[in-house]
């Protein structure tokens, strides 16, 4: 197994998941995850891009870069910047090839961004290329809500059987997370990024 995506339910846990694991198991990592922005109202108000390897790094207090928020929220509708993901965004997946990490962490995929071509282009490379990915793929259900939420048309069913077939033609899989198998999917996710660091620490 090259890849291990999780799919499910919003807020049931997924990034949190991963992002515990991965702190716990590797040394490195590259690639990028998603942060919400909350307002003191607890309402989700933007979703910004983040490099991944800032996970494994001590900050008191990240500070949001405008800059770097693919959707905000305005008068009540959310408003996307594919830019965001035609620049740093491809950054972040070229810098895979450049500086090898213990693990690609991809969180999440299979939304918005495959609008991006050029964005969608690095993301078939990536998992083509590399044997250590962990990420979210959003679900059907997901995506079909977030439709309903953004103005602009979001239709990229093709984009995301595409990227699916190639997850699973390079030894990927999709794995379901729900509150009855949280702990057994939290130990497979340990195995396969302990796997991952066993296989590296031979190479040397």
């Known amino acids: 197994m090259n890849s291990?995506?999780?799919?499910?339910?919003?807020?049931?846990?997924?990034?949190?998941l991963l992002q515990k694991v991965l702190r716990l198991t590797c040394s490195s990592v590259n690639g990028f995850?998603?942060?919400?922005i909350i307002n003191d109202g607890g309402q989700i108000i933007a979703f910004e891009l983040r490099a991944a390897k800032e996970l494994l790094q001590q900050k008191a207090e990240m500070k949001t870069i405008t800059e770097h928020c693919f959707i905000q929220t305005r008068e009540g509708k959310r408003i996307r910047n594919l830019f965001v993901f035609e620049t740093f965004g491809i950054e972040?997946?070229?810098?895979?090839k450049k500086v090898p990490a213990d693990?690609?962490?991809?969180d999440e995929i299979g939304g918005i961004e495959l609008l991006s071509e050029p964005l969608l282009a690095e993301l078939l490379a990536v998992v083509r290329h590399s044997n250590k990915i962990v990420g979210v793929f959003k679900s059907e259900r997901?995506?079909?809500h977030q439709k309903q939420l953004t103005i602009e048309k979001l239709e990229v069913n093709e984009q995301r059987?595409?990227?699916?077939?190639?997850?699973y033609r390079n030894q990927g899989q999709l794995v379901?997370?729900?509150?009855?198998?949280?702990h057994l999917i939290k130990k497979r996710i340990s195995r396969f990024s302990k796997k991952i660091f066993f296989f590296q620490a031979l190479s040397f």
């Open 4 to 16: 291990l995506f999780l799919e499910g339910n919003k807020f049931i846990g997924k990034s949190t």
């Open 33 to 36: 995850y998603v942060n919400r």
């Open 92 to 96: 972040l997946l070229k810098e895979i």
């Open 103 to 106: 693990v690609v962490l991809l």
């Open 142 to 144: 997901n995506y079909q």
């Open 161 to 167: 059987v595409l990227l699916k077939r190639e997850i």
């Open 176 to 182: 379901e997370l729900k509150e009855n198998n949280l």
